[in-house]
């Protein structure tokens, strides 16, 4: 005996639901068990600076973060200093704040094929005030960076 139309249809459309139905979004999964140390190793440049301001970076993944640096442990940075980061979680973005200041630990990147830096959840990025990592890290390297001039700026400079 064959089962009724209408539980054939039901049953066909609950297979092509189960399916069909798109997978399972995660959240950003950090899996980093590095030391302080290990993960000053692995960045290219490590600060501590202000956000001044949060865009999105126009690729529809990230934002781009200005902030203005007020020590540096690691690398060559200019101020004000931009870092991308992911839009949210689900693509590892850590959460600025325009006003705060933060511990950044980036890395090196291309963006629109222009090198450019990179943090993301899963490093030791965190707010700077009462930051348990900083008395951890080497002495900061000086001097804090200055703000970029131009080529014109320097030539009047010197002239």
């Known amino acids: 005996m064959r089962p009724p139309?209408?539980?054939?249809?039901?049953?066909?459309?609950?297979?092509?639901?189960v399916l069909l139905a798109p997978p399972r979004a995660l959240a950003?999964?950090?899996?980093?068990?590095?030391?302080?140390?290990?993960?000053?190793?692995?960045?290219?440049?490590?600060?501590?600076?202000?956000?001044?301001?949060?865009?999105?970076?126009?690729?529809?993944l990230n934002y781009m973060v200005t902030l203005n640096p007020t020590i540096r442990w690691k690398g060559g940075l200019d101020s004000p200093a931009q870092v991308l980061t992911g839009l949210n979680d689900g693509v590892c973005g850590?959460?600025?704040?325009?006003?705060?200041?933060?511990?950044?630990?980036?890395?090196?990147?291309?963006?629109?094929?222009?090198?450019?830096?990179?943090?993301?959840?899963?490093?030791m990025d965190g707010l700077l005030a009462g930051n348990t990592i900083v008395p951890q890290l080497p002495p900061p390297v000086q001097p804090v960076p200055?703000?970029?001039?131009?080529?014109?700026?320097?030539?009047?400079?010197?002239?």
Request: charged share 10%; glycine share 8%.
């Open 5 to 17: 139309l209408r539980v054939s249809a039901l049953t066909g459309l609950l297979a092509a639901a």
């Open 28 to 60: 950003c999964s950090c899996t980093n068990n590095h030391t302080v140390m290990e993960e000053y190793d692995a960045a290219s440049t490590l600060f501590a600076g202000t956000v001044t301001n949060i865009q999105p970076a126009g690729d529809g």
């Open 94 to 123: 850590f959460h600025f704040v325009v006003g705060e200041d933060y511990l950044v630990f980036a890395f090196n990147t291309l963006f629109n094929g222009q090198p450019a830096l990179f943090t993301h959840s899963c490093s």
């Open 146 to 159: 200055t703000l970029k001039r131009s080529w014109g700026t320097l030539k009047t400079l010197y002239r």
